[in-house]
């Protein structure tokens, strides 16, 4: 596709309730990032694939965090037992190099998710 | 590991006035400094970017400085319009390809008629 495509946008999940957070890269980019945004926040780094390896899973907040890209192209968060801490926006990008030489990031539009 | 700060948090410019977003680092290895604009609801876009061999850079309106000794970098816009309103993210990284990004907590924006 032309852009970065996530899904849901919107989420709402009780406490304690599994979600699924959907990314759908730039097609042929090879790395893939999840980013958290809080309210009124920066994004802060989660973790990063390149094609289906996961290579830096630093940023994931608990084991309740799980990210998989089986194939090198979809990627999947998956939060268990959602918190309301969880509450935030999730952000997907994808990169290439561009022409500073620099991996250049795309972002999709975020899922929102609240956990009430 | 990296810590970018930004300041301020909150701008407010009259029409066609300078505005300057000002960003600091710590980790003197990062090379590469972004700047995303963020509208409300909408994803952070890339407006400019610099890597750390140069020491500003331009694009019509928008300019990026990068001081590496200082561990400072700063976002200029000139002749600020309304739809420049926006939350604004500098960031920091090490430039390659697996390298993460840092972000700053965001400067709102805001440009008055």
């Known amino acids: 596709g032309a852009g970065v495509s996530q899904s849901p946008r919107y989420k709402v999940a009780k406490r304690g309730q599994d979600v699924a957070l959907r990314c759908d890269p730039i097609s042929g980019h090879v790395s893939l990032f999840w980013y958290q945004q809080a309210l009124g926040q920066g994004p802060e780094f989660l973790t990063y694939f390149q094609n289906e390896a996961q290579l830096d899973k630093s940023g994931l907040p608990s084991d309740r965090f799980f990210a998989e890209r089986p194939e090198g192209s979809v990627s999947t968060l998956k939060i268990q037992r959602t918190q309301q801490e969880d509450s935030a926006v999730y952000l997907c990008?994808?990169?290439?190099?561009?022409?500073?030489?620099?991996?250049?990031?795309?972002f999709g539009a975020g899922s929102r998710l609240t956990v009430l | 590991g990296e810590n970018v700060e930004q300041h301020p948090s909150t701008l407010s410019v009259q029409e066609g006035d300078s505005a300057v977003i000002k960003c600091t680092y710590s980790?003197?290895?990062?090379?590469?400094f972004p700047w995303y604009k963020q509208e409300l609801g909408k994803r952070p876009q890339l407006i400019i970017d610099i890597r750390s061999n140069v020491g500003e850079k331009k694009d019509q309106r928008i300019a990026v400085t990068l001081n590496k000794t200082a561990k400072h970098f700063s976002l200029h816009i000139t002749e600020t319009q309304p739809e420049d309103s926006a939350v604004y993210f500098c960031a920091a990284s090490k430039g390659g390809t697996a390298s993460k990004l840092t972000f700053g907590t965001g400067t709102r924006l805001q440009v008055t008629l």
């Open positions: 980790d003197s290895a990062s090379n590469y």
């Open positions: 990008a994808s990169s290439h190099r561009g022409a500073s030489g620099a991996n250049v990031l795309t």
